[in-house]
């Protein structure tokens, strides 16, 4: 794997959002919803990123689009989020909003709730043709051709244009969305949990309309979702995130059949699964509460409901290491065991 | 690329079936009777009233004089001698009518009713406290002005004056309250802070001020009014915009690189039109009722203008001249029932539980 396949390269990023309070709104605690992550993602290629309501996998999607500064002005932004743009590479996580702008038509969200992630004021047309306006220098009846084809390209009519998304079923605004982020071509598609807002029936729909077009097209995806199961089915590579941190990532099907870090492993064992290769584990069932991000446990997180915790858990802060070839797990603890 | 589909084609049919929101909206108060009906009796009242100078007044529409033709309606002051008549000052064309019967050659057109709100007594042919009567309609008040005239003339200026200042206190208020909600943070502890030490000004005591120093007219006083009337609009756009920044659509907007202005006024100020819709109805009456107040005391417009809080002030001095206190209050009245009723009609078609889904 060769660094010019690399689209982007996530290292130690952090995001944490003071909270203020009292009458002179003094900084009273910090929520640390992504605490140094690092993951990278390859052309073409289809990244998982899966976790417990939560755990900050929403945050790490904004911070890649680089609209958390814009909507949360107090946000505390560390690490790096180095794009590579035809060879010119940008850190999105440095970048002023004026130099931002020039990158933003590269990288496009698609957004949980289809009801709140279209201006329901604004006709389908001019949801599409908005971030045209802004990226290219089209002219009306291009930008109407342009809208045209992308209608049709995500299974609409190109009728519809001038109808309001309230006019819509879920999957059909699922569908807006999604053309909407393809109208700049950008290389890399951030899908927040695209399909758990709409009907089991109409998931696969749009599931398999999203790979289609990857295949077409050729962008990257980062695809969040808390269920295994439909990344397991579009993603390339796997990141399991466990309160704002990624505890295991790796080849899709290693992490989905061999997972090695404790909570992948009782993450997994919640998925019922028709698989004969795979013999019948117990499921596992976590004790206790996700402890919040505004106040993490010392270490690893995921010690005070880890089955395999001790006592040095609760000194450092595990690092992602190459347990296998490409897989990488953030337990010292699963490593030893492993080696001895 | 393959021949594919256009938009053109179904879009004009498509159109008429789409409605946005808004729309939908305004068939739902057609629908509310009394309040459209409230409202197209306002609004064709106020749009007349710009033509009254035409159709209440005491100067003269046309005057043909030896061979000659004057407006007076339009060119204004016109002195009595010009046309040969014998008064000081400006011409009385309701006697130069009587007296151009019986010239030939000459003749005057009044508009149909011909008494203008701002003649008074030194003017001949005026009398005092004159009692409703098929001349003057609603009387004559203790300066001798007819008091239909005035109270017409009055409805212009109470419902101009009124939905001027509301404008521009939502002007203020939208903008700065927008900003607050959308940028948070320093700028909206600040701005709060600011806007709490603003609201503990005494009104009434820097209007006294005020007008002890200057004599208020209309624009300053709207001026004035606004710089104190801003306020409370800022508080439901802060609500608004900080509860609609939270969703989707505007993350989007922002991902796409949209400017920050073009976010606050294309994307979330449509969505946040609810409260300053539904308030601008109570905030015009807010206006009427400040003007009246301060007409009523004597700090508001300067006396010969027609308003009704002067109206009503004086009257209240004359209360044996019943009409002089009836016809002000009946106009103001009327005039807020029928706001009312809009207001009223408006909140309706805006409520969120019939259209909670489209919101
Ligand atoms: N603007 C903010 N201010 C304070 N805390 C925040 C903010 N945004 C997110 N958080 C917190 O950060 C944590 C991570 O949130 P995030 O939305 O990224 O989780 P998620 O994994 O996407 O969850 P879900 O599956 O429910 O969408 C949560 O505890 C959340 O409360
Ligand atoms: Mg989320």
Known sequence: MSDKQKLVDVKNLKVHFPLFGGVLSRRVATVKAVDGISFSIKRKETIGLVGESGCGKTTVGRALVAILRQLYPDVEIDGSITYNFNGKSVDFARLKPRELRKYRSKVQMIFQDPFASLNPRMTVAQIISEPLQLHTKMNDSEMKDRVGWLLDKVGLQPEQAYRYPHEFSGGQRQRVGIARALATNPDLIICDEPVSALDVSIQAQVINLMMDLQEEFGMSYLFIAHDLSVVEHIADRIAVMYLGNVVEFGESSTVYYDPRHPYSKALLSAVPRPDPHRQRESRIVLEGDVPTPLNKPSGCGFRTRCPLAEKSCAEEIPVLEEHALEHWVACPIVKEKNAG | ?359
């Open chain 2, 1 to 359: 690329m393959e021949n594919t589909p256009t938009v053109d084609q179904a879009a004009a049919a498509q159109e008429q079936i789409s409605l946005s929101v808004l729309k939908k909206r305004w068939l739902k108060f057609k629908s509310i009777k009394r309040g459209y009906y409230a409202f197209i009796i306002l609004i064709t009242a106020y749009i007349i009233s710009f033509f009254l100078p035409l159709l209440i007044n005491n100067r003269a529409l046309v005057v043909k004089y030896e061979g000659e033709i004057w407006f007076p309606v339009f060119q204004g002051y016109i002195a009595g001698s010009t046309f040969g008549e014998d008064v000081p000052g400006e011409a009385n064309y309701r006697e130069l009518k009587v007296k151009f019967k019986s010239e030939k050659g000459n003749w005057v057109i009044m508009p149909p009713y011909p008494y203008g709100p701002y003649e008074d007594v030194t003017t001949a042919g005026n009398k005092m406290y004159e009692e409703p009567g098929r001349g003057h309609w609603f009387g004559t008040d203790n300066t001798g002005r007819d008091v239909f005239s005035r109270l017409l003339y009055g409805f212009n200026i109470s419902l101009s004056f009124a939905i001027l200042f509301t404008i521009a206190s939502y002007l203020i208020g939208v903008s700065i309250g927008a900003m607050m909600g959308y940028f948070g943070g320093k700028f909206d502890l600040i701005t709060q802070r600011f806007i709490e030490i603003w609201a503990t000004l005494p009104f009434l005591f820097v209007m006294i001020i005020i007008s002890s120093i200057v004599r208020p007219n209309f624009f300053l006083l709207i001026v004035i009014l606004t710089l104190f009337g801003w306020i409370g609009m800022t508080y439901y756009m802060r609500a608004e915009f900080y509860r609609e920044k939270t969703k989707d659509y505007v993350a989007a907007a922002i991902s796409m690189g949209q400017t920050h202005k073009k976010i606050i006024f294309k994307h979330i100020l449509p969505n946040s039109l609810v409260p300053i819709i539904t308030y601008f109805p109570f905030a015009v009456i807010g206006g009427i009722g400040s003007l009246v107040g301060l007409d009523f005391l004597g700090f508001g417009l300067p006396p010969p203008t027609p308003s009704w809080g002067q109206m009503v002030s004086v009257g209240l001095q004359n209360m044996v001249k019943w009409w002089m206190v009836l016809a002000p209050l009946g106009a103001l009245f009327t005039t807020l029932l029928l706001i009312v009723f809009i207001g009223e009609a408006i909140r309706e078609a805006f409520d969120p539980r019939v259209y909670s889904r489209l919101r």
